[in-house]
């Protein structure tokens, strides 16, 4: 199927017995054969990343020259690295795996000493270069792997509730740890195999505003999961040397910390928590697609902004050329309904989680050019669905919120998406995925028209409150996230909803780019004035021109001073990132995509 989520850095590689000492790797091993040769059948590498090999920094096989006096008693060696689409990849990096957060700052310091950068790598599930750019020259980089040690995580006693979790802790372990102590988020990201680091590094969320006649349980916030946070501890300069500071929420300077894309090293979190809920999950595939996106004076009872109303957590994925979507509605329900399903364990769509003959078949013909099939390809997907649905009997399903919640593995096909986040009130949430919609079948069809199929996975349509700090319980003078993209507008207080539109294809789909360039530039333009303003969803695609995506500079600029516009003089988007830089002079934590971004 396809993965239709999120969100939310970094993949987490399975753990191959390192190299004997003077054991070569295989010899000639082009970069994808690197990064596949561990994997097994057609598409094998798409199942999961697994490195082909470990090389230890002592050993003949390494072929990057040795990072001179690297501390003692950390083990260091070659791996290589790939994110979640597989167009990002590093055919080799040196890596380390701190086991204290100490340690990070150990590294920090011998970095910073011998003009190296630090890439803090968790499960490398993104999309977009923050960790990395594909090909960076990684001669003097070092990649701490945070999934080994760093991971964590202990429920603290007292009111309000919170967790104090390592940033290595993959969000799987952490909803574990809060359901077994009566707890839980109100949102979380659809796929659990990724780090606490990745996620808050992104202002990573779910889907989530409050349904009609719903209140905000205590301890949990309608925004990204960057709300949550109480309290940081980073590593920092302190004019002499690296060290690690704690960091409260009143604190000022944690602001930009709330959500750095990756611009900074955050070794734990304390997050606010509430009291877990039993969650319902309906789904629907047999509503008409013009129905649910209908313009605002014709929507029906089946429109997306009613069923927003009436469940308060909804996620629409539309195959192009189908007829009908797959709509998720997540709701509160503290005992198991009639009809319900229960579930004792996330992941209950495997159906979608798999990558099937079709699909490889399919994938195969991209390949090779060939994207004529796409609309039988895309009718069969949600045949799969619909009659998944059915034989699995989750059309309805009930159960503690984490297993409801998570439903996007590790296994599932990969493809690249773009995102973007519309801002605007709650009112105009059916013109804007209206005009979306109208506009994105206008495009397809003239591509279509030219015999092009650029899009061949969902579209995928969420909902989301802003990153407000008043929703930060027990915290008078919590600050706002500077860099989330999730970040509530003071001159625009009627802005209190975020619409995510984001859009998926296999990579390397003709034409992918410039339909991708042409939807970002409609995007941009339609959204603006007293309606609406647009920013990126950090972890996907963006700044997109005909020659790739996060490649256009000027549309980065214009999303720096979209971040900029409506904040407080001293802290904008441009604060926040000029106190990154004081906190990390050397740019130890950066890379050269990020010297673009974050100048």
């Known amino acids: 199927m396809t993965n239709p989520s999120t969100h939310h850095p970094d993949h987490h590689p399975d753990r191959p017995a390192e190299n004997h000492p003077g054991e070569r790797a295989p010899a000639g091993l082009s970069r994808r054969g690197l990064l596949a040769a561990a994997s097994a059948g057609a598409l094998g590498a798409a199942l999961g990343w697994t490195p ?28 290589a690295f790939e994110n979640w689409s597989e167009e990002i990849r590093i055919e080799a990096a040196w890596t380390c795996a701190p086991q204290t957060p100490a340690d990070v700052v150990t590294v920090a310091n011998w970095a910073r000493a011998n003009g190296y950068r630090v890439r803090a790598r968790g499960m490398g599930h993104n999309w977009s ?23 964590r995580a ?98 000022p300077d944690i602001a930009p910390f709330l959500s750095h894309l990756g611009r900074a090293f955050v070794t734990d979190v304390t997050l606010q928590v509430g009291a877990n809920q039993n969650v319902r999950c309906q789904s629907w595939y047999s509503t008409q697609v013009t129905d649910v996106f209908a313009p605002p004076a014709s929507a029906g009872s089946s429109s997306f902004a009613r069923l927003v109303d ?76 619909g009659s998944g649905l059915i034989a699995t009997g989750t059309w309805d399903i009930w159960g503690k919120s984490k297993n409801v919640w998570l439903w996007v593995e590790r296994s599932t096909l990969r493809i690249v998406e773009t995102g973007f986040a519309v801002i605007t009130a709650r009112a105009n949430v059916q013109r804007v995925v209206s005009e979306f919609y109208t506009r994105y079948m206008a495009t397809i069809n003239a591509y279509k028209a030219n015999g092009n199929y650029p899009m061949n996975m969902p579209f995928e349509i969420r909902v989301n409150g802003l990153d407000k700090p008043g929703e930060v319980d027990g915290v008078a003078g919590a600050v706002s996230p500077q860099l989330s993209s999730l970040r509530p507008r003071p001159d625009h207080p009627e802005w209190d909803t975020c619409v995510w539109l984001d859009m998926g294809t296999v990579p390397g789909t003709p034409h992918c780019d410039e339909f991708y360039a042409e939807m970002e530039a409609w995007i941009l333009a339609n959204y603006t004035g007293s309606y609406a303003t647009v920013r990126p969803e950090w972890s996907k695609g963006w700044a997109c021109a005909p020659g790739g995506v996060w490649t256009d500079t000027a549309r980065m600029a214009a999303y720096r001073a979209a971040m900029n516009a409506g904040q407080p003089a001293g802290d904008d988007f441009d604060a926040g990132v000029a106190k990154l830089d004081a906190y990390d002079p050397y740019r130890v934590f950066s890379n050269t995509f990020l010297d673009t971004l974050l100048p």
């Not at 077994?180 to 590094?201: C, E, M, Y």
């Not at 309904?337 to 003959?357: C, H």
């Open 129 to 151: 270069p923050l960790l990395v750019p594909d090909g960076a020259n990684v001669d003097k980089m070092i990649f701490v792997d945070t999934t080994q040690h760093l991971t």
């Open 154 to 251: 202990t429920v603290n006693a007292g009111s309000p509730r919170t967790v104090t979790v390592q940033t290595g802790c993959l969000m799987d372990s952490l909803v574990q740890t809060l359901e077994d102590a009566g707890l839980g988020f109100l949102s979380i990201p659809f796929p659990g195999g990724i780090t606490v680091g990745g996620v808050l590094a992104i202002n990573a969320h779910g889907s989530c505003v409050p349904a009609t006649g719903e209140s905000r349980p205590a301890g949990m916030s309608y925004g990204s999961m960057s709300n949550s946070i109480r309290a940081l501890t980073a590593v920092v300069w302190n004019g002499g040397a690296y060290v690690l500071k704690t960091f409260q929420r009143t604190d």
């Open 52 to 79: 082909a090999f470990r090389v230890p920094a002592a050993s003949a096989a390494a072929t990057l020259p040795a990072p001179p006096g690297f501390p003692a008693g950390l083990a260091l060696y070659q791996q």
């Open 310 to 385: 009436r469940y308060g957590r909804i996620e629409v994925l539309y195959f192009p050329f189908t007829t009908v979507p797959w709509i998720k509605m997540w709701s509160v329900a503290p005992s198991k309904p009639l009809l319900s399903k229960k579930v004792t364990a996330p992941y209950n769509f495997d159906f979608v989680n798999f990558v099937n003959q079709d699909q490889s078949d399919f994938v195969s013909q991209i390949v090779r050019g060939n994207v004529s099939g796409t609309p039988t390809y895309t009718n069969g997907q949600m045949a799969v669905i």
